[in-house]
């Protein structure tokens, strides 16, 4: 393939929402997409970083955690529905718990706040068609992140508020991929499996403009966790990779929101999400049987507005939300003339298996053909098309004694979800 | 202790022997009707509202100019004393539930000094004496309880979404009495209507604009004020805010349940 084929199919892949993490096969479906879990948040479409008084914002934008004007407690339940993905991979539905926090003020400049969170939960099964080769792939991969953190704001003056949150971030990863024929033995069986806990923190600036207008900047660092691979050739019973480990990379955000108090009854958030997936080097990438990489830069720009209309009855209120979500497009910055090959933190992957002599049994001359067609690169599969907006929907129910019922749904996109969540306040 | 006895009529006036102080004044109050005790003089401290004196469906009608006691007994037997003080005059009374009769009201008033005899040696008896201007703080501010504040910012916020924000920016204790300041944000427009407490309805209020909030600020007697002490203020347009007077924090919960 053409360097310049090569540099164009990046692109395209490159323009498509953000994906797959390195270029082992099971990761082609998997992305990293902030799913709001909170109630009101999740209603708003995750434009969630200039909200006030809600005790989420310990895991959206610590330093706005000083705006409470009460403790407050609560709960989701998060129900994500069955879909498929651009390239044609199930996603199975999932539900279970959402997010939970407390929070709640100190004295007229501290508060703090406590929160866990599941933020990434899915299980993803390969789907894909016979090639031309006859080989298709089979496999699955199955990826859930808690994030347990704590989070403290301080009143710089009436107007500015900052805050700092610390996460454990804990990545329960298991996944598997085989090439096969129709009926022999796989080609190629890999494995990967994480289990392990990093920190990540959160960075937060909350400025109070006006009485109406709010201005909120949060900058956080990704984790990173260690996934163990191994890979394998069953057919030919030859050890591919004994063991070898990459490095699974949240994307580090920075993010911006805004939000207008138009009225007592009206409100409108909107955010602008700077999100960086990281640099991925031909040492950090380079996999026998996977899709060939090169050294780029992966960033992508993503949107969210929301609005917020507040009803006060006699003895409750009602409100309703809405949100849009625009994926990021992604794009591709080669960074071939800069990259310095660094040595990767990771350990260094087992070298591509250079073809060899072609030697004088027949018999073995085939196996030989076979491992070099096993481990050889594959071509990236076809950018997907760009993604509509995720349209996201709530209500909520606030009675006199400060009991708030949330119902919010993402709708849209690769598969919609539904969120049940509850807040007490004290 | 000498009780004045008062036959219930449908309005009576009752002269007060001197502060009263030793002697209580009884009112007999028909259970289920309404009997109305005026104060001569504006009433600056009532002791004696509580739990025992639930039964006798006691409220402050009024404290100024004159104050004003209703009484509506919802049980009988039933009795409870009051200590009624005003700028100069301090009266006990005990109110006593009776089965039957009708609503009265009862006037206090003071006896009228005796007129002194004239001796034919004497100098002419000098002018009486113009009466006392009422003191300052009859009103609702005098100097000495500015003297005397001690502010406690409390800053607690109450409302519902979609209702305008009400603020408890702060305590002002003096001796005998607390203001409570409040602000409702961007409610220039609204006026409060009522105001009232564990204690019954509250009279003594002040509430005017202050660019785009309305300020509003509620008298209350110091002693009534404890850590207990729910008020509620209700707007014109409905919307009714109730207010602790602690501010709301995660220490402060956590002492209420581990009290």
């Not at chain 1, 002599?357 to 690169?377: C, K």
């Not at chain 2, 009608?61 to 004393?81: D, F």
């Not at chain 2, 409702?184 to 002040?206: F, K």
């Amino acid at each position: 393939m053409t360097r310049a084929l090569l540099a164009l199919s990046l692109v395209m892949w490159g323009a498509a929402p953000a994906r797959a993490q390195t270029a082992d096969v099971y990761y082609r479906s998997w992305r990293w997409m902030e799913e709001p879990a909170a109630g009101r948040a999740a209603g708003l479409a995750g434009a969630s970083t200039a909200l006030v008084d809600d005790a989420a914002a310990a895991e959206a934008n610590p330093a706005a955690l000083t705006t409470l004007t009460k403790n407050e407690l609560t709960g989701s339940l998060l129900h994500r529905g069955a879909g498929t993905s651009a390239l044609g991979d199930s996603l199975a539905a999932r539900t279970g718990f959402g997010f939970g926090a407390l929070a709640g003020r100190l004295n007229p400049r501290w508060a703090v706040g406590a929160f866990v969170s599941e933020p990434q939960a899915v299980r993803i099964d390969l789907a894909s068609p016979i090639g031309g080769d006859g080989l298709r792939d089979e496999g699955h991969l199955d990826g859930v992140v808690v994030q347990r953190g704590i989070a403290a704001a301080f009143r710089v003056n009436p107007k500015l508020h900052v805050g700092v949150r610390v996460s454990a971030n804990h990545l329960d990863l298991d996944g598997e991929y085989r090439r096969l024929a129709a009926a022999d033995a796989p080609r190629l069986l890999v494995q990967a499996r994480g289990d392990s806990t990093r920190v990540a923190t959160r960075v937060g600036v909350l400025l109070e403009m006006t009485r109406r207008l709010r201005l909120g900047l949060v900058r956080e660092s990704g984790a990173r966790w260690p996934v163990q691979r191994t890979a394998s050739s069953p057919l030919l019973q030859e050890t591919l990779d004994p063991g070898s480990e990459e490095e699974l990379r949240q994307p580090s955000v920075v993010s911006g929101g805004l939000l207008f108090r138009a009225s007592p009854k009206l409100l409108f958030s909107g955010q602008l999400d700077y999100v960086r997936h990281g640099v991925l080097r031909p040492a950090d990438v380079v996999r026998p049987g996977g899709y060939a990489p090169s050294s780029y830069e992966l960033f992508a720009w993503e949107a969210r507005l929301g609005m917020e209309v507040s009803l006060p009855l006699p003895s409750l209120s009602v409100q309703l939300r809405a949100g849009l979500h625009t994926l990021g497009r992604g794009a591709l910055r080669e960074l071939a003339a800069t990259f310095d090959g660094a040595t990767s933190p990771t350990a260094a992957p087992p070298p591509l298996l250079p073809p060899a002599p072609a030697p004088a049994d027949p018999e073995l001359a085939l196996r030989a053909e076979l491992l070099q067609q096993i481990t050889a690169l594959r071509e990236p599969p076809p950018p997907a098309s760009p993604e509509s907006p995720l349209l996201a929907l709530g209500a909520s129910i606030v009675t006199a004694k400060g009991v708030r019922f949330d119902l919010a749904a993402r709708l849209r996109g690769e598969r919609s979800a539904l969120l049940f969540a509850t807040a007490v306040r004290f | 202790m000498r009780v004045v006895a008062l036959v219930a009529v449908q309005s009576a006036t009752v002269i007060i022997p001197g502060d009263g102080r030793e002697d209580p004044v009884r009112v007999p109050c028909p259970v289920h009707r309404t009997t109305r005790l005026v104060f001569p003089e504006p009433l600056r401290l009532v002791k004696g509202l509580g739990r025992e004196t639930q039964p006798l469906g006691m409220s402050v009608e009024s404290l100024k100019p004159q104050g004003v006691i209703t009484v509506t007994p919802t049980a009988h037997p039933a009795r409870g004393i009051l200590e009624l003080r005003g700028p100069t005059l301090t009266v006990r009374v005990l109110f006593e539930s009776t089965a039957e009769g009708a609503a009265s009201e009862v006037r206090l008033a003071l006896a009228p000094p005796p007129t002194p005899q004239p001796s034919p040696s004497s100098p002419p008896p000098a002018p009486s004496p113009a009466p006392p201007a009422p003191s300052p703080s009859a009103g609702f501010f005098g100097p000495q309880d500015v003297l005397r504040l001690v502010t406690v910012p409390i800053d607690r916020r109450e409302g519902r979404p979609g209702q305008h924000q009400m603020v408890l920016v702060d305590a002002l204790h003096g001796d005998e009495w607390t203001w409570l300041r409040f602000r409702l944000e961007d409610g220039a427009d609204e006026r409060v209507q009522r105001v009232w407490w564990e204690q019954g309805e509250v009279t003594r209020y002040l509430q005017e604009p202050a660019g785009p909030d309305l300020g509003v600020v509620v008298q209350l007697p110091r002693e009534g004020v404890t850590r207990k002490t729910r008020l509620a203020l209700k707007l014109a347009s409905g919307a009714t805010y109730r207010f602790a007077l602690q501010p709301s924090t995660l220490p402060g919960f956590l002492r209420e349940i581990f009290k």
